[in-house]
Each structure stands twice: as structure tokens, then as C-alpha cells.
């Protein structure tokens, strides 16, 4: 039996996802054997959001569309983890709730044109959060220890 | 011939960043292509002004996760010209070095993790199975080997803290620079595998197009003079003036011309424009390789990054081995208001930075143009040539050449949507 996983990427510069293709170069041909990656849009085209175990989320949520799919991947996922700050806690790219008046009226339309929600959330402002990996980008021994975690508690391991 | 239908792939896979696309043909003629870039804003253009300038390049570092050494150099570079100073020597040898460990995990990313599973005519890496299993080790080898590189030099391979305006805080360990070499020159000859690899690969898209990069006299990708395929060299800070702004209403980045007309920068442009400036080991291992270029084939640029791979670990092992790094005296700044703009070459192509600080240090006004939105219109024009040659074909094949036409060309959509302009409407 493996761990059924997913990556989701939120408004965020991927720096989590990075560091997740960079823990890969040293735990690729382990987690291969326990880890069935569903839905990874960075490795792979055909992607199935159905009945996951975990759910690594990485990204603040900006946009309806972003917080009608959190909710989706919340519904369909046993657990979710916000790995990264933008998910942990919004920042940084939350910055435009902290922008004065002027700077706020300046991207008003572009907000409304593409579907942007008035303020930018951190994920457990919308959908219950079972783990947090903060840090910018996100710290690779909190998230080994995560991931390990949940291997147990799937026992998978 | 299908007279009339529409592909639409929402979410594309397999590149940095979310887009989306959009093609409509009717009466057996491209009516429409819309490539979308959907990343959500996170408006870093508004964000900065008024910040203080040593903060900045860490700041805008946070554009994107993969080339964010790109982003936090080019700043820095422009930052520096606005106050009048120039960095050691030492400090210039630091930067290339990060730069070229950025070059190294980003490239081996996008090729082995991105594009191999089209040549293999696999959906994803994790779907290889025994005979290309080697390759994936040879992948992670080599991106680790750049990821250590960068972390060396930088204290992280993604938003180093060591890298400051005029200096950077720490110096190389001894020990730790040894093991870098170490590295660097094991994964050389599974680079040289991949370079044959993309050469021996057939995939061909061509068509006229107008090159542009930053050609360096060391193929270092910081410090030179703009070049372009029509034989214009522009310096640096005069490539704004350029430039051309093109709205995309459906997509949430801007488009660019370069004077009027579409054009492509990235891995491509700089070999065609600059191959001869490549390391000596590099040129006397890849001869052969080389001589394809200048091409006008959009997959070379796929075997145009492989070779910089190379560049990248021979040029890199080159400094580790010739440099002795000392403690330099701290940087003193002193701050004035001024004008300053500067130009780096990227992973996927020039990066363009330009900064104005007050007489305080803060940020007036900040402007950055990036390579995937550079080459948007050019991308556009492309599917649109691809989806024509191919009207006979079936829906998912042309699908599928789409997909592979937009992984060739590397784009970056997180880095496209956060350079907005105010009078966007």
C-alpha cells in the first residue's frame, strides 16, 4: 500500500514545490515505493483529485477560483498540510492587504477583472489545516517530519 | 481535415507556474489562440515602492521559486547602479558562481523532470520505468549538484541570505567548496549524456525568428551588452528603451515586442548570439554539438540549455579551483537619490530591472521585465503556425505538439504576472 498524495500550488512563487523537487534528488527512489503521487501538476499531466490521503498545499489563496478548489482538495483529501509561509500564514504574498490607499486603488481593476478575492487568505482562514511546515520556503526537516508522520499514520511504514 | 473545433487544456502541466490555453479553429482556419497565464497577482510592482532599498532584492527574490537567484541578482545589480557603487571583484566571482548553480538545478529540472517524458513518450518521470531509471538518478545528481553550488555560495539555493548589495555576508567553507568541486565534475559526464540526448532528438519547430540576449564575454549571464540576431547591440540599461508593451486583455501578464515585432530570448538566443564566448572545455567536448547552432529550431533550445549545463559545471570548477576567497572589509554605502537599470540573463532569458531610490534609500519606483513575458506573443504566434501545419492530424496529437512546443520554450508563469503596469485597462 502507498500513501495517496497530492501537491497543490496556490498564488505563490513555487519555491515549496522547488524545495520538494530538491528533497526528491536525495529521497526520490524511497518515496517511489510508498508515495503514489495523484495529482502533481509540476511531474505530470494526468492528474486525479479523488480520495487522497495528504494533501500538501503550497500558496496563499487570492482568487474565488483558488478558494472554491481548497475547498475541493480539502473535501476530497483525509488530511491537509499548508506547507510554506504564503499557506502557513498568508505572507508574503499577501502583501497587497497591507497596501495604503493609493497603491490599493491602483490594482482595483485588475483585482476585478480577474475574479481576486477582496483580501488574500492563509489556508486555515478557509478550510481546516491538520499540519503546518512554515518558513519561506518551507523548512525541509519540518516536512520530512510531516511526511513521515503521516506515513505512520496511514501505516504505510 | 476537421472544419471546426476548439482545444482547450486548462492548467497546463509540467512547467513552472499555471496557464492556461485556448485554441478555436473554424472553417478549417486558426481562428483564435489565447495562451493565459492565470498565476494570481501578487502585485510585487506596487509592493516595493516605498520600501527600503537593502530589503528589496530578498523581497523580489519572492517572485519565483526556481530562478529566484535571478531575480535577487538583477535587482541587486540595478539597485547598485542607482547608488553609484561597483562590488569587488571577489564579489562579482560569488555572484557568477551562485548564478551558475541556479543554471545548473533549474536547466537539469526543466530537462530531465520536464521534457524527458515527452522524448520518452511518457506522461511523467515517475512513470520511467528500468532502462531510464539511470537517467533519473543522473537527474537528481545533477540538480543536487547545482542546488549545492548555490547553497555554498549563497547559504540556500532559493532566497540565499548571504547575497546583499555590494557584498555578500559569508565566504565559501574550505571543505565544503572541495565536495562542490567533487560533485560538479561526477555529474559532468551525465550532462555530455544529455546533450546527445537532445541532439539526437527529432522533435523540429521552425520559423523565422528575431533572437535577443545579453551576450557576456564570459558566458557568465551577468555583465555585457545586448545583442540581437538582426547584428543591434544595445547596452543594458538602454533595453527598456526597446521594448514595446503589448495588453494582453485574458492573460494576467503583458506581452512584449521588441521594436514592433515578436521575438524569442532564453537558452536559444544565447547560443546562437554567443556560443563562441562558451568555456574552452565545454567547446572542445561539445564541438560537434555546437555546430548546429545558430539554429531556428525552437526544440534546440532544449540542447542549447544542456550545453550551458556544461558551461556552468567547467566554468564553475574553473573559479572553486583558481579563487582563494578573503574576508573583505565591509561595504560601505553611502546612500544618495538615483537612477539605476540593469540587465542579467536568466534560466529562461534576459531579465530587465530598473530602480529609482529617493535621497532616504527607499524605493521611488521599480520596473522589471521577464523573460517568459517577452517571449508570450512569439509563444502565441508559434501555436497558432504549429496548429495550422497540422489541421489533418487528430485532436489530442496536436494537443499534445502544443504541450511540447510550450515546455521547449520553458516558460515561467510565475515569474510573468508580477511586473503589472497601472494603466493596465
Known amino acids: 500500500m502507498k500513501l495517496k498524495v497530492g501537491l497543490f500550488s496556490f498564488t505563490s512563487d513555487e519555491g515549496c514545490s522547488m524545495i520538494f523537487l530538491e528533497l526528491m534528488n536525495n529521497h526520490f527512489f524511497d518515496w517511489e515505493k510508498i508515495i503514489d503521487f495523484k495529482y502533481f501538476k509540476l511531474l505530470k499531466s494526468k492528474n486525479e483529485l479523488k480520495d487522497l490521503d495528504v494533501a500538501f498545499v503550497e500558496g496563499a489563496i487570492s482568487t474565488f477560483k483558488e478558494e472554491k478548489k481548497l475547498k475541493e482538495v480539502r473535501k476530497k483529501s483525509k488530511r491537509l498540510v499548508a506547507i510554506g509561509s504564503c499557506a502557513v500564514d498568508g505572507s508574503p504574498s499577501n502583501q497587497r492587504n497591507f497596501f495604503s490607499d493609493d497603491k490599493k486603488e491602483e490594482i482595483e481593476l485588475v483585482l476585478d477583472e480577474f475574479g481576486h478575492r477582496d483580501k488574500v487568505s492563509a489556508l486555515n482562514e478557509i478550510v481546516k489545516v491538520d499540519d503546518n511546515v512554515s518558513g519561506c520556503p518551507m523548512d525541509e526537516n519540518k516536512f520530512l517530519e510531516v511526511l513521515n508522520k503521516y506515513l505512520k499514520e496511514f501505516k504505510v511504514v | ?425
Not at chain 2, 521577464?370 to 487528430?394: C, F, G, H, W, Y
Open chain 2, 1 to 425: 481535415m476537421h472544419e471546426d473545433f476548439d482545444i482547450s487544456i486548462e492548467g497546463l502541466s509540467k512547467i513552472e507556474g499555471h496557464a492556461s490555453l485556448d485554441v478555436k479553429v473554424r472553417k478549417g482556419k486558426v481562428k483564435d489562440v489565447k495562451l493565459k497565464i492565470i498565476e494570481s497577482k501578487r502585485f510585487f510592482t506596487q509592493a516595493i515602492r516605498g520600501k527600503q532599498f537593502e530589503s528589496v532584492p530578498q523581497l523580489v527574490s519572492r517572485i519565483c521559486g526556481t530562478c529566484s537567484i535571478a531575480h535577487l541578482t538583477c535587482c541587486t545589480e540595478a539597485i547598485e547602479k542607482a547608488l553609484g557603487i561597483k562590488p569587488s571583484e571577489q564579489t562579482t566571482l560569488l555572484r557568477k558562481l551562485m548564478t551558475y548553480g541556479m543554471m545548473i538545478r533549474d536547466h537539469a529540472m526543466h530537462l530531465y523532470l520536464f521534457c524527458l517524458p515527452d522524448i520518452f513518450g511518457k506522461d511523467s518521470v515517475l512513470d520511467f520505468d528500468e532502462r531510464q531509471h539511470e537517467l533519473i538518478h543522473h537527474a537528481f545528481e545533477v540538480k543536487k549538484a547545482g542546488n549545492d553550488l548555490s547553497k555554498l555560495i549563497g547559504g540556500r539555493a532559493i532566497h540565499p541570505p548571504y547575497a546583499q548589495v555590494g557584498q555578500f555576508l559569508h565566504l565559501p567553507d574550505k571543505n565544503e567548496t572541495k565536495q562542490v568541486i567533487n560533485d560538479l565534475k561526477k555529474v559532468r559526464s551525465h550532462v555530455f549524456e544529455l546533450v546527445r540526448i537532445f541532439y539526437d532528438c527529432q522533435f523540429s519547430f521552425r520559423k523565422r525568428t528575431r533572437f535577443v540576449a545579453l551576450s557576456t564575454p564570459d558566458f557568465s549571464f551577468l555583465e555585457g551588452v545586448i545583442k540581437t540576431s538582426q547584428g543591434l547591440t544595445i547596452p543594458e540599461e538602454k533595453y527598456w528603451d526597446h521594448l514595446h508593451r503589448v495588453i494582453i486583455p485574458y492573460s494576467q501578464a503583458t506581452g512584449y515586442e521588441f521594436e514592433g515585432k515578436d521575438f524569442m530570448v532564453g537558452a536559444l538566443a544565447r547560443m546562437n548570439l554567443n556560443r563562441e564566448k562558451l568555456h574552452r572545455e565545454t567547446k572542445n567536448d561539445l564541438g560537434k554539438y555546437l555546430r548546429i547552432f545558430p539554429s531556428e529550431n525552437i526544440y534546440h533550445n532544449n540542447l542549447a540549455q544542456a550545453i550551458e549545463t556544461m558551461h556552468c559545471i567547467d566554468h564553475s570548477i574553473e573559479i572553486l579551483e583558481s579563487s582563494d576567497f578573503k574576508k573583505e572589509p565591509p561595504f560601505k554605502i553611502k546612500i544618495k537619490e538615483g537612477k539605476g537599470a540593469g540587465a542579467i540573463e536568466a534560466p529562461r532569458g534576459t531579465l530587465y530591472y530598473a530602480m529609482h531610490l529617493d535621497n532616504q534609500g527607499k524605493i521611488l519606483y521599480g520596473n522589471l521585465v521577464i523573460p517568459t513575458a517577452q517571449n508570450q506573443i512569439k509563444m502565441e504566434n508559434d501555436i497558432r503556425s504549429l496548429v495550422s501545419q497540422n489541421l489533418d492530424k487528430n485532436k489530442q496529437f496536436i494537443q499534445h505538439e502544443i504541450e511540447k512546443l510550450i515546455r521547449a520554450y520553458d516558460p515561467c508563469m510565475t515569474c510573468a504576472t508580477h511586473f503589472l503596469k497601472v494603466n493596465w485597462i
